[in-house]
C-alpha cells in the first residue's frame, strides 16, 4: 500500500480512513482509502463523511467539535483513553441521523456545555461500551423556574445500547436520559416511531432532576447496571418500562414524596406500564410511586428486591405475584404466588465464655437476610462478630494435699460456673532431716511461723496441720556465735526471735514465756542477713533470707525492722 502523509501546525486532527481504525491527533492527519489514494481532511466531521461502512475512527486528546453522522452510516467512534470531545458552541455534541449505526467505545469523554444542547442525540442506533463516559459538566442551577444552563446529557429517539458506559449530568432542572420525545406531537411516523433503550450490566447513569426520564413513546429494558438519583426519581416513566435486573435508588435524604421508580402521569397519551421482576433491586424511601391512569398501564411486580415503600394512587392498577418486599404491600393489593414482606426486627447477641456474639443489626425473622437499618434499605453482609469472652477462672481447691497423699484442685468459672475436670496436687511429704538446720512452719490458722532446731517439734506440729516450709536457715555448730532467743506469748500463741537479750527480758517481763536460746547465729560480718519484718495488724514477725519475700511484705504494710540477725548459707540438695 502506497501512503503519503502530512504535518503541519494548524491543522485540527489526523485521521486514518479505511476497513482499519482512523486515528484523530492534533497537528498530523492522514487518510488512506481502498484505492490507495491519500486525501486530506482538516475536521473530525470530514472523517466521517469520508468513512466507509465499517470503519473505526480514533479520537486521541483534546478536540472540540460537534459531530453528525450521517443517515445510513455504519462506523465506529473509538475513543483513547483520556481522550475528551466538548461541542462548539451552541451545538449538539454528537448526533446519529436516522438509520445510521454506530458503536461509541474507549476510555473517553463526551461532553456537552451550552444550554439545550445535549453530548449525544440519537436518530438511529446505538451502542456505548467500552467505558466511555458522557457528561454535562457545568450545569447551573435553575433560577426560578427557567434553566441557566441545563439539558439532557444523552436523548434518545433511535435505538440504544448501553453497556460499561457512564452517563451523568450535575444539573437538576433536566433529566439526565432522555428516551422517546417529550410531546406526541414530536414523535415522527405520524406517531408510530418508537425509541428503545436498553441498559446493561455495567453501566452507571446518574443526576439530572431524574436520571432517566422514559418520554412518549419510549421503551425502556433494564437488564442491569447501576440507577441512582439524588433529586426527584432515578427513573420515570411515561410509557413502557421493563425491569428486570440492576440496581435503582433515590439516595435523595430529603426527597420525601420522591421515589426510585414513578411510573405514569396524568396525560391520555401516558401509558405508565412498568414491570419489574428477576433480580432487580429498587431502593429509596419510596421505592415506587404509581400513578398511572391508562387502559394499558399499571404496575406488574413478579420478582426483585423493593426496598422502601410501595405508593400506589387509587387509579393504577397493581399486580404483585412475586418479589420481596421490606414495607407492607399497601391496603388492597393482594398478592399470589412468591411474595415475601419481611418483618424486620433489631438483633444483637451478647458473647459469653465459649459463643461469640453479635453487634447489633437488624435482620428479617422470617428468611433471616440482615441489614444495616431498621427499614431494610441497606443490607448486611454479614453482622459483625464479637469474639467469645473465654473463661475467668479461679482455682478451686477440692482436697488439701497431705504428707502421705496427694490433694487435688480444679478451676472454677465465676461467669458461667464451669468447671474444668481436677487436676492432682502432689503431696506435700517431708523435709529431711538436716545438720544444724533451723526448720520453718506456718499456722494457716493464725498466720504464724515458726522456727525451730528440733526435728522433732517440726514432724509434729507439721503432723497436725501446720505447712512444711523446709529449712529456713542454719545454726552454729557448738553453740559458736550469736544466741537467738525465743519467747511465747500465752494470749496470741506467736513466738518472737530475737539476739537483743534485753528485748527477751522486756518480753518476759510483760508475761512472755523464756524459751531459752533456740540456736545460735553466725557472729561473722560475710555471712547471709536474715531480715525481721512486722505485721502492725496481727503482731507477727517474720524472718527470711530471701529480700524479695521481705520487700513483697513490706510493700503488703509490714514494717521493715532491718537485719535480725546473720546466718550461713542452706545448703543445697
Given at each position: 500500500m502506497k501512503m503519503k502523509k502530512w504535518m503541519g501546525a494548524c491543522l485540527m486532527a489526523s485521521m486514518v480512513l479505511t476497513q482499519s481504525p482512523v486515528s484523530v491527533l492534533a497537528n498530523e492527519f492522514e487518510v488512506v482509502n481502498e484505492s490507495e489514494v491519500s486525501q486530506t481532511t482538516n475536521s473530525i466531521q470530514q472523517a466521517i463523511d469520508n468513512a466507509k461502512d465499517g470503519d473505526t475512527i480514533q479520537i486521541q486528546g483534546e478536540q472540540t467539535a460537534s459531530i453528525s453522522i450521517p443517515d445510513s452510516k455504519k462506523l465506529t467512534l473509538q475513543f483513547a483513553k483520556g481522550a475528551r470531545l466538548t461541542n462548539e458552541a451552541n451545538k449538539d455534541t454528537i448526533t446519529i441521523g436516522q438509520r445510521a449505526t454506530v458503536t461509541i467505545t474507549g476510555e473517553g469523554t463526551i461532553q456537552n456545555t451550552s444550554h439545550a444542547k445535549a453530548a449525544?442525540?440519537?436518530?438511529?442506533?446505538?451502542?456505548?461500551?467500552g467505558g466511555i463516559k458522557l457528561d454535562r459538566p457545568n450545569d447551573h442551577d435553575q433560577n426560578g423556574s427557567v434553566a441557566r444552563n441545563s439539558y439532557y446529557t444523552a436523548v434518545n429517539h433511535g435505538t440504544l445500547t448501553v453497556y460499561r458506559a457512564t452517563i451523568s449530568n450535575v444539573g437538576d432542572f433536566s433529566s439526565c436520559v432522555e428516551n422517546g420525545w417529550f410531546s406526541s406531537k414530536d414523535i415522527p411516523d405520524s406517531g408510530k416511531a418508537v425509541a428503545k433503550l436498553t441498559i446493561n450490566d455495567g453501566a452507571y447513569i446518574s443526576g439530572g432532576i431524574n436520571s432517566i426520564k422514559n418520554?412518549?413513546?419510549g421503551e425502556l429494558t433494564i437488564n442491569g447496571g447501576t440507577i441512582t438519583s439524588n433529586h426527584q426519581y432515578a427513573i420515570m416513566n411515561w410509557n413502557k418500562a421493563e425491569i428486570k435486573g440492576g440496581y435503582i435508588e433515590n439516595n435523595n435524604p430529603n426527597a420525601g414524596a420522591k421515589a426510585a421508580i414513578y411510573n405514569g402521569n396524568d396525560s391520555a397519551t401516558s401509558i405508565g406500564k412498568l414491570t419489574i421482576s428477576g433480580d432487580a433491586v429498587v431502593k429509596g424511601e419510596t421505592a415506587v410511586f404509581t400513578k398511572s391512569v391508562a387502559k394499558d398501564g399499571g404496575l406488574t411486580i413478579s420478582g426483585g428486591e423493593i426496598?422502601?415503600?410501595?405508593?400506589v394512587a387509587q387509579s393504577s392498577s397493581v399486580t404483585v405475584n412475586g418479589g420481596n418486599f421490606t414495607e407492607k404491600l399497601p391496603e388492597g393489593i393482594k398478592p399470589s404466588g412468591n411474595v415475601h414482606v419481611h418483618t424486620i426486627k433489631k438483633v444483637s447477641k451478647d458473647p459469653t465464655c465459649t459463643e461469640p456474639g453479635v453487634e447489633e443489626h437488624y435482620e428479617c425473622t422470617v428468611c433471616h437476610k440482615t441489614y444495616l437499618d431498621e427499614k431494610g434499605l441497606n443490607d448486611l453482609a454479614k453482622p459483625t462478630e464479637i469474639p467469645a469472652t473465654g473463661h475467668t477462672y479461679t482455682w478451686v481447691i477440692d482436697k488439701e494435699p497431705t504428707k502421705d497423699e496427694a490433694g487435688a484442685k480444679y478451676q472454677y468459672c465465676v461467669v458461667c460456673h464451669h468447671k474444668t475436670d481436677p487436676v492432682s496436687i502432689p503431696a506435700i511429704?517431708?523435709?529431711?532431716?538436716?545438720?544444724?538446720a533451723v526448720y520453718r512452719a506456718y499456722n494457716?490458722?493464725?498466720?504464724e511461723h515458726l522456727y525451730t532446731t528440733n526435728y522433732d517439734e517440726f514432724m509434729h506440729i507439721t503432723n497436725i496441720g501446720w505447712h512444711d516450709e523446709g529449712v529456713s536457715f542454719m545454726t552454729e555448730a557448738n553453740k559458736e556465735g550469736n544466741p537467738v532467743y525465743r519467747v511465747y506469748n500465752p494470749n496470741s500463741g506467736l513466738h518472737h526471735y530475737t539476739t537483743d537479750e534485753n528485748e527477751k527480758n522486756t518480753l518476759v517481763s510483760?508475761?512472755?514465756h523464756d524459751e531459752k536460746v533456740s540456736w545460735y547465729a553466725s557472729n561473722k560480718p560475710q555471712s547471709a542477713p536474715v531480715f525481721r519484718v512486722y505485721n502492725p495488724n496481727g503482731g507477727q514477725h517474720h524472718y527470711t533470707m530471701n529480700q524479695q519475700e521481705k520487700n513483697a511484705l513490706v510493700s503488703y504494710g509490714w514494717h521493715d525492722e532491718g537485719i535480725a540477725f546473720r546466718t550461713s548459707l542452706v545448703p543445697t540438695k
Open positions: 449525544l442525540i440519537n436518530n438511529g442506533t446505538a451502542v456505548l461500551d418520554d412518549e413513546n426496598k422502601g415503600k410501595l405508593n511429704g517431708y523435709t529431711e532431716k538436716v545438720e544444724n494457716p490458722n493464725n498466720g510483760l508475761g512472755w
